[in-house]
């Protein structure tokens, strides 16, 4: 069931906005690019002070000149050589997003950037546009999506294993801000505070895992309308939410249900997604990534296992899986398995190929997600900032 | 930590309206009512056809004249005997929980009956004011209470081991309904009957449990306002739900959802409370019952287990214990132990206690938690019928 | 798949030698016996104390004048009387299994004891050949043998389900005894004192629930020869142990690992068996008592649920399951179909049929049983206390 | 608790004998060598079929020229190069690894080499001496041990956490050989042929890691003698077994059992060492690498999970740590963490550190542990062939 992977070409010329020293993120990103050849980190933007930064980055293995100061020079920068940069990863506080990526766009660079992608659905619609005009790839980072057993509940429910999709259970409910720890914590300060993270923190932040994850798993699946409810039960945190909660009525019947929060006290990740249908359902759990529990109603409940000859293998699964079974694959799998498809997409752009041709035809996390990402936290506030009542999902 | 369960008292004579042969819970009620010598089972109106009825009943140990047709006649002529019943319960269809119970107290019978406890409001009031008027016990069969791990988590709540409460997840969510089973299950056809169910089926079968269990470990707690929303996914079941979520808004400030469901494909049981708080979350699943999850924010997650010492023990607790650590305690324990209370309440009434009086110093599902539930299945389907908005809970 | 268990006659006049105030088996045996109506408590020699034993037995509904200060004196008494008792459990420390047994089938009364049965197997013999001759029941109470999983397992391994039998990997693995509790607890001290408790403790106190589970599920099976190692951790218990191994050599090449253990610190319980075949293995945990792993190897693993209809029902299983799946049964259901079948077999034999014939039609842990059990033990003490070298088993 | 973990000096010059196309173990050497910057893939002997390595080298970025058709050539040719290898990871089947790994040492490079070592204690001795009289590293690839849970478990108990250690319980067991795959398994072929795997089949391919995790976990721990008792349940594989199990009698009274199996049938892997205690136990799991479960006597037991605040960390348990709490780490990360070890002992020794000197001064498998394991192969070896007496460890 093991398949070596490796990018075919040439690695593409990579740099980073952000993800300087100390930076959890920025260490996941890097491993995650070159993992499999698909990108050569060679230029960074990594720190608001340019001094670390450079520091870090020939610590990384950069040349000292290509460890800019901030992102505007570095573009500028490397258009002028001949072996710049092709690709950039932007990952700065959710208040950058927008301009950077812009930016990048028209440096003419391919981009992965993280979520959400940026505060307005008016930003999200701009960018997408600029990327098909530009007709350079735009990654967005729902990291968990690179699992093996994703794709294969994804294939499961496309071959009606479960029958109709009913109800859709989703959450990610970890306890990391039960207590006032921005105070303390400079990676939670910024999320709770507005001017940095947007009109949200949780919902952003983690509720848009939840919502990618369902549309990978179910991609005919249109919001018709949904209702949330969010709180700050840290006071200071408002109006920014530190839980919420959003019902989703889909198109077709089918409901859900999404949960996130960071103040599910002693839990520390509880990533689950459940979807229900008229003969099964589907639980993938991110604490057992490589595990699926298939659950046919009046048969015993199965535990599909990564890597195993009984798995549903199309070319996008075969491709995530880095093992045999028994071997535990974790998240920097997931998001190597990520990055490769990223990898892919850029050279077929560079090939001549049209960005919206070459996205129709994978399973990566892209623009087009990125705005829906958008467009779900603005329905969310305008629901919840409106005494929670029920908006049309337009 | 074992103590050995009894009742000091003499047992109450006690009837049965309902729960004839192949009746599940029927079953239950028996063993559970007859386990610690709280009541001694000598009549029965046990099935609508009253020769099976009586044949079963004969079977069971009674005698064949106290077998009866109907609870009318038995309650008639038990009423002539110097050593008839004193107590009832009353396990038939939800639509006539009313009736029954109303002339059981009026009988002058002690009382414990199945819920949902009745259809309307009006008529959950009308029951209450009459047993506080008789002074007959009411209890109500919310089953899941018996169990030890239960009045622990009860406890450790009261004690501000999680700090203050700022949400209640709760869940009821099996998958036996998945498929339309009421063709060929008789136990199936009158849930998913207005006629003979009511207003509801999930909210008032499984709902209600998950509301019930929040009260008892969270008592403080009231509903300001919820919003459901309903679905009936084998359609013939409309208006009656095989689904509900309901989102909760406590004084105060916590948060609820619940989530009942007989359409959860491939799940057994899945009833599950998690009470977050400001310093550790505690969850409790009927799965493992005779296990606590206690999350403190920041420390390793532990698992209480049953009988063992290092448990907070109280009386209720102490009484509700059966076993030695690592014996499985089961459904049959739970409620054994809330009949053995039932029973307790009936003998303190019988010696001039007052039933208010009565109910306030024990933890026992009771007249006035049937009419809790009753209240809430109003709300829920009010808010359900009126394009789920939030209604204020009065 | 529920089925209401009831024994169809009347029920038998049974006694207690043991099980006094504080006893937390005796219980168990009382609640067990009398749960589906096949006996009636009506006598008891409970306690050393012959007062305090008065006092209990009367608390639990006895006639005082049935309440004895002696076995002896209670098998004489009682054979006085029209109503007499007719069968009897003895739970009383291992030293008196031998002799209280003895004098209760030469009163003619079916037994019931605890094991392990005795200290010998020469005076194991003679009970088997007394309880022949006698034709009494005699059944020996191996209390996890009654869960429904476990006649499943039974029932899958004989249709072939796993294949050819491998490996059994058994265990009984908790901590109570890590620490030296024998100074504080009385339970404890008579276990590890030789006199009162035989040649062995966890060998034979843990050890032969594993053999019989064993036996129970792999009838067919037979030990060509073992090899046992044991240790004293607590130094004081010498020579009997709190932990032990043994490996056994089954005849056909089959192997097997047992491990009793009291001093597993931390853990309450971990009574585990799983039988591993040329297809597929099958495992039963004593802390999840309603479910089965079922793993076919290339296959996902599936976990069967107790009461669904996939299961493979013969009557056997019917009979044992008393609850829909979802319910959660606890050890208490598991003694009640144990004793149940007690029940029946003493109807049988008094029906006029011969012990030995009506032994092998059921499944029910009996003299044989007990016998094997005893004859376990003294191997594994020839084999632990001869360096743990090999011993056939004869 | 998140430390970006990268190598502080020039990466190594390092080139592979094996791990050709196809190969899974292959695979993750090149991916964990290469992660942090430890060592540079320039060179290889990757497949006995010249050509098939060279076009595959190729594709792994390697220069054709040093795509070398065997390992005496590769040795040679690297030694005249100014940018020859340095080091060399050895992944062929067993019966090389002694010539393979004596040549290299003799070239004059650091060697990494897949366990078991070699086939006799002789041939291991000798690579040991060689290694010490070369100043060669020496490292052989227990992967599971960089796990950063391992190396809590490690310094919990040598801390005392869990009091004297009493019983080690160490299990390998999955069930991919349940059927004579070998047929048409190349990888499995070879393991059940003598003539290429030695003396053993499970025993050296799965026993060792548990012994090698046991010796991590608890370094003083001396083995005085041990028994093992071992069968080819797939006749053909005789003499080599696919089931094994060893009783281990430690210096000082504690007490081991091992089981390494690959025919327990529906197993994917189920590697497991609990260490018991007098106070408490401690287990780690494979199939939860992230977690720890900390079982005192008599209090709940606790979940610990990496990198949470609450750990006693040190410095080799943070530079194991790549990623916040909640965020699953997989096999890849405890081979990155092993060949990040590899590396820093390489640099000391080219620094002029002398090998048993920097051993001492870290926790990495190497050419100690290697000789180890060939010593308990040869001892179980012993003892099974002996009609699986004890022998004394020697």
């Not at 093991?2 to 952000?18: D, H, I, K, Q």
């Not at 002693?266 to 099964?280: D, E, F, L, M, N």
Request: with cysteine.
């Amino acid at each position: 069931m093991f398949r070596e992977v490796w990018t075919s070409a040439a690695p593409l010329r990579w740099g980073m906005v952000g993800g300087g020293q100390g930076s959890e993120i920025g260490y996941i990103h890097r491993s995650s690019a070159c993992r499999d050849g698909g990108f050569k980190f060679v230029a960074g933007a990594l720190d608001v002070d340019a001094e670390r930064g450079r520091e870090f980055g020939v610590k990384l293995g950069l040349s000292p000149e290509r460890c800019y100061s901030d992102y505007k020079t570095m573009f500028a920068e490397e258009a002028k050589r001949e072996d710049g940069i092709q690709a950039v990863t932007i990952c700065v506080p959710n208040f950058l997003h927008y301009e950077v990526s812009r930016e990048a766009l028209l440096a003419g660079l391919h981009v992965v950037c993280e979520k959400p992608l940026c505060f307005t659905l008016e930003e999200a619609e701009e960018l997408k546009a600029l990327a098909i005009e530009k007709n350079r790839m735009f990654g967005v980072t729902y990291g968990y999506t690179g699992f093996p057993m994703v794709h294969q509940a994804r294939q499961m429910i496309a071959r009606g294993d479960i029958g109709d999709v009913r109800i859709i259970k989703m959450q990610f409910a970890h306890g990391f801000q039960t207590h006032p720890v921005e105070s303390k914590s400079a990676g939670t300060a910024w999320r709770v505070n507005p001017k940095t993270s947007g009109s949200t923190y949780v919902l952003g932040d983690l509720g848009t895992h939840c919502l990618y994850m369902s549309q990978m798993m179910v991609p005919g699946l249109e919001i018709e309308k949904l209702l949330c409810t969010r709180q700050s039960f840290v006071a200071s945190r408002a109006p920014l939410e530190d839980n919420a909660t959003v019902l989703l009525q889909y198109k077709g019947g089918a409901v859900g249900t999404l949960w996130a929060t960071s103040v599910n006290a002693g839990s520390t990740h509880q990533q689950k997604i459940r979807v229900i249908g008229s003969k099964a359902s589907i639980e993938w759990w991110d604490e057992h990534p490589n595990q699926l529990s298939y659950e046919v109603q009046g048969e015993p409940v199965r535990i599909l296992e990564h890597g195993m000859d009984y798995l549903y293998l199309d070319d996008e699964m075969t491709a995530s899986n880095r093992m045999g079974s028994g071997h535990s694959e974790g998240l920097f799998e997931s998001w190597s398995g990520m990055y490769r498809r990223f990898a892919e997409c850029c050279q077929k752009l560079d090939g001549g190929a049209k960005l919206l041709d070459v996205l129709s035809g994978t399973w990566v996390p892209n623009i087009l997600d990125g705005v829906e990402g958008v467009r779900f936290v603005e329905h969310c506030v305008e629901s919840a900032d409106n005494g929670s009542l029920w908006v049309e999902y337009i």
